[in-house]
């Protein structure tokens, strides 16, 4: 087995620079590794070998030149599902879209092509990014590689699943209530929502609009560093998107520094519904950045107890919209298009078969949320809940430079068990939910074990200051992995082909 | 039944006029598109108007900049802070199933359009009200093919064309206009051709109605006189021209007036107007209001216009129509009743385009009063939308001035030219439209006519000139009306002195 799988993105951009190793054989590495565990994982919808050998061969023959190539050149990436790639199979995890090949790619893939990032395929999620464990998928669960029988998170189950096992050491995700975080979290890896507007959504296919965000998700700080700056910017293609620099991300995570950092810990994100040994690592971390000179305190956000419900109106409603033009008339699925039915006869067949469960249960909700006569009682109302939870935030950065709490209360739960109670399986992203409605960024990164299965420590800095994330989480990181002998991910099962299947 | 003036004088008519244009950008509202008319159908589309999976609208500023000054020549607020928003519906025609639009936030509000009407009594001036002007995306084409109706139901296959999906919109809608008594199917009229003019002189939108880029909506409502609530209003789509919109409005007093008076209801519905008929028909019942679930559009940034920005806009805006007519008054030297006529009549912008193509004012107002307005009439169309241009006008005026016409033969070149035989030159060459000045053989025609009326020759020789028009008659139809009279009777004249 080749080592090369299990270096992070930083060591192998190091050997490609110095020409130690190919970029056709890194890419190589990975694939090999999908063939032998994802049988078993079932991180990725669709793997583009033979697109991902050519990128690599570009990037080779690039270096060959003598061409002046970004860190990343050469190093693979697993694309969740959500993303358009020009030509490439796009489903966003749904029926409805089987088979869309997409005529433009997504201005974050564009910017991975022209980093020279190899793009190794698509990665598994939740239908539409609707869910917290990727079982919403319309084409299979994803597998946790720490213990193939739980769930690996959602709805990016499968970025950080590809990730944890190795198959891939840098992935693209995206979080709307948490689907970044909270697979981070269950998987042991490393996954940064940054700041709304801070990366482009142009080509993300919309779940909730205005909690959308993309971010980098990798094994590393560092790595996560490194693919956040590839990624962010402004996009004109994007009206959301900031018009500003992108923070210094990889200086802050080079940084590690958290000396005279004030920290707040949040009163509302703890206590009953977390776990105990997500309390206890939780922690143990503070204690860490407590030595490493920060200063802790506890802080109130006596708003974020209401988060979930105003998500919950707000995500379905802006869904309930965004998915309308899943019709069957321009691409994707269509049913009962025998010419004895009208259009809209197809379009209400194909929708009531393409899609699944969790996706109806949403527009549903959304459709009613957003209905005159109701619109001021639950969509108004859930904004003003928004707003309060801003100034939350508002109020705790002012005394504060970051925020912090577990990623989520429990760690990765046994596969179906949530499956037939929304509610629970909502719960999940109750401490990763008040970020989005905000539009501040956060990141996850593992804070240790908890019977055997990885806790995340979830660190929150104000808008546009994403170093800061990187600033704390490095050092956290540096002395963690001191402890345990390298990153959480080095303790990772060693997958083998026959693992689970 | 009710005669009109019957109709008048038991209800009072109750007016609103919802105007959408085409905005004249060259890219669409949220996308780099053209928006080019008749195109090989989904040809100016990209994921964005297509309604991708993943595809987001970014606004075009030439649109905003557009409404602006739409809003500013109608007297209304430009709002700081104004919002797009989604209006969720399914239809096939529409890529997304929501269109953006404004809603409880537009860019502009509380206008008003002076319009000037000849009546009896003389000229006077109707204030319509402005409520809103707000900034939407068009949706998509939709054909139906077979059936009978060529309507969605009972067609066989519809073929769906997105050239025209996301082309920006902008929504005029008035207050609901009383006090027009009688004249609310002219005054509406008035309207909609003031509106036209203002976005023409604007600059913002080529306003061709027959082209779909400027459509009205007309609804209206009577209510008994006295009872001072309005009636259930009906909304006549499918008004493509100003006669139209004319017409429709008469046609739905009458409608709505004999429902009342039956003991019916109006049905609050939406209703198309039919062209050949001139009357509406039922299209789909509002009984039920759709829901179109409206909320803030959450990809855009709301609209916030500097007020720098919109002063500098302000400064921009061309004269307005009803001081501009005033002074091509004085300048023309044209008296108040041939002035209220040429308003009436539309052609003030006509006229003014004749002159400025070298026309004397007087002879372009003669033409587009006259002869061209006779012809419109005929056709039951507007003088504006006759086939023939203020430049084909003017040079035809040329023609005549240098006497290579007469005013007669140039009558003939004007219905070529409308006929769409081409223009004036082409109509004179294929029809061989030409004065007879060669003397010799307009000379050689009027010997032939003497020879063939030796006794009326002789009438004239003994002093009898109006004699000589029988003559003069021979003579021009022996040219084939292509000699210029005057000289044929100086000749005559000459000759048999």
């Known amino acids: 087995m080749s080592e090369l799988i ?190 709304y507007g801070g990366v482009s959504r142009y080509g993300v296919i919309a779940y909730s609009s205005s909690l959308d965000q993309v971010g980098p998700c990798a094994r590393t700080v560092l790595d996560t560093a490194l693919l956040h700056e590839v990624i962010a910017g402004h996009d004109d293609y994007d009206a959301t998107s900031i018009n500003a620099p ?256 | 039944m009710l005669t009109y003036e019957q109709i008048i004088e038991k209800y009072e008519p109750a007016l609103g006029l919802e105007v959408h244009v085409e905005l004249g950008t060259k890219t669409k509202m949220f996308c780099g598109c053209p928006t080019e008319f008749g195109a090989e159908p989904n040809t100016q589309v990209c994921p964005v108007c297509l309604g991708m999976p993943g595809a987001l609208p970014f606004v075009n500023e030439r649109a905003i900049e557009s409404t602006i000054l739409i809003g500013l020549a109608l007297n209304c607020s430009i709002a700081p802070m104004s919002r797009f928003a989604r209006k969720n519906y399914f239809y096939p025609d529409m890529p997304k199933n929501f269109q953006i639009s404004q809603y409880d936030e537009p860019i502009c509000t509380d206008g008003y359009l002076d319009v000037e009407y000849e009546t009896p009594e003389g000229m006077k001036t109707f204030r319509i009200e402005i409520e809103r002007v707000h900034m939407e995306e068009d949706t998509g084409k939709s054909l139906h093919v077979g059936g009978a109706t060529g309507r969605i139901h009972g067609a066989e296959y519809s073929l769906l064309d997105y050239n025209r999906a996301g082309i920006p919109l902008v929504e005029i809608v008035t207050k609901t206009v009383l006090g027009t008594e009688g004249y609310a199917p002219q005054i509406a009229k008035a309207y909609v051709k003031e509106l036209r003019d203002i976005l023409r002189a604007l600059g913002v939108s080529d306003v061709k109605m027959e082209q779909g880029s400027l459509r009205c909506d007309a609804n209206i409502s009577l209510s008994p006189r006295g009872s001072g609530i309005l009636g259930t209003r009906s909304e006549t789509k499918n008004v493509n021209s100003l006669r139209s919109v004319e017409r429709a409005i008469t046609s739905e007093m009458h409608r709505h007036a004999q429902r009342l008076e039956a003991g019916e209801r109006v049905v609050q519905e939406t209703r198309h107007f039919q062209e050949d008929s001139g009357t509406t028909r039922s299209g789909r019942s509002k009984e039920q209001a759709e829901d179109y679930r409206y909320f803030p559009e959450p990809d855009l940034l709301p609209v916030a216009p500097s007020a720098e920005w919109i ?103 004007v219905e070529g030219v409308i006929a769409g035989e081409g223009k004036p030159k082409e109509v004179i060459a294929a029809r061989g439209i030409k004065v007879v000045s060669d003397e010799g053989e307009l000379v050689a025609a009027i010997e032939r006519a003497i020879a063939a009326q030796p006794e009326t020759a002789q009438k004239v020789r003994d002093g009898n000139i109006p004699a000589a028009g029988a003559l003069i008659g021979a003579v021009m139809k022996d040219t084939k009306g292509q000699a210029d009279a005057a000289r044929v009777r100086e000749l005559l004249l000459g000759l048999l002195a």
């Open chain 2, 311 to 413: 002063e500098e806009l302000r400064a921009q805006l061309p004269e307005r129509p009803s001081a501009h007519r005033a002074r091509l008054q004085q300048l023309w030297q044209v008296p108040d009743k041939e002035m209220a006529a040429m308003i009436n009549a539309g052609v003030v912008g006509i006229v003014e385009e004749t002159v400025a193509q070298g026309a004397d004012p007087t002879k372009a107002r003669t033409w587009w009063l006259g002869e061209i307005s006779r012809l419109a009439n005929e056709r039951e169309v507007e003088v504006a939308e006759m086939p023939i241009t203020p430049k084909d006008v003017a040079e035809i005026i040329a023609l005549v001035a240098a006497g290579e016409l007469t005013d007669k033969l140039a009558r003939q070149v």
């Open chain 1, 246 to 501: 992108t923070p210094p991300v990889v200086a802050a995570a080079k940084r590690a520094d958290v000396k005279g950092m004030k920290i707040g810990v949040i009163k509302e994100l703890s206590g009953d519904g977390y776990e105990s040994g997500v309390s206890e690592r939780f922690e143990e971390s503070l204690e860490i950045l407590r030595s490493q000179g920060a200063t802790i305190e506890m802080v109130s956000c006596p708003n974020f107890d209401y988060g979930l419900a105003a998500y919950y109106l707000i995500a379905p409603s802006e869904a309930s919209s965004n998915l309308a033009r899943f019709d069957a008339m321009r691409y994707g699925l269509r049913v009962g298009d025998d010419g004895s039915r009208s259009a809209e006869e197809v379009m209400s067949m194909t929708r009531a078969a393409g899609f699944g469960r969790e996706v109806k249960r949403r527009i549903v909700l959304g459709t009613y949320a957003l209905s005159a006569g109701y619109y001021d009682a639950y969509y108004g109302s859930a904004q003003k809940v928004r707003t309060l939870i801003t100034q939350d935030f508002a109020k705790a950065f002012s005394s504060v430079d970051v925020l912090v709490s577990p990623t989520t209360p429990t760690v990765a739960f046994p596969i179906g068990a949530k499956s037939n109670d929304p509610v629970a399986m909502y719960l999940s992203d109750v401490a990763t939910i008040p970020v989005n409605l905000a539009g501040v960024a956060a990141m996850s990164l593992p804070a240790g074990l908890s019977e055997g299965l990885p806790v995340g420590f979830q660190i929150i800095a104000p808008a546009m200051k994403d170093d800061r994330l990187y600033q704390v989480g490095a050092a956290l990181e540096r002395e963690l992995a001191a402890k345990w002998g390298g990153v959480l991910t080095t303790k990772a099962p060693k997958l083998s082909s026959s693992a689970g299947a």
């Open chain 1, 6 to 195: 299990y270096k992070s993105a930083a060591q192998l951009s190091e050997s490609l620079a110095k020409k130690e190793v190919s970029a056709r054989e890194v890419t190589q590495a990975h694939l090999d590794q999908i063939t032998k565990v994802d049988q078993a994982v079932h991180a990725f919808l669709f793997v583009d070998t033979e697109g991902a050998l050519a990128q690599a061969d570009q990037v080779d023959a690039a270096r060959a030149k003598g061409e002046n190539l970004g860190p990343l050149a050469g190093v693979p990436l697993a694309l969740k599902d959500i993303l358009a790639q020009e030509g490439i199979p796009t489903t966003c995890g749904s029926k409805i879209l089987e088979g869309w090949r997409p005529p433009y790619s997504a201005t974050v893939v564009k910017k991975l092509r022209a980093a020279g990032v190899v793009i190794l395929g698509k990665t598994n999620m939740d239908e539409f990014a609707m869910g917290s464990s990727t079982e919403n998928s319309a084409f299979g669960t994803t597998q946790n590689p720490w213990d193939l029988t739980r769930i690996p998170g959602g709805s990016g189950g499968g970025s950080a699943a590809a990730l944890a096992a190795f198959e891939a050491p840098l992935a693209i995700g995206s979080d709307t209530g948490g689907s970044i975080r909270q697979p981070a979290a269950v998987t042991g890896t490393v996954g940064v929502k940054p700041t």
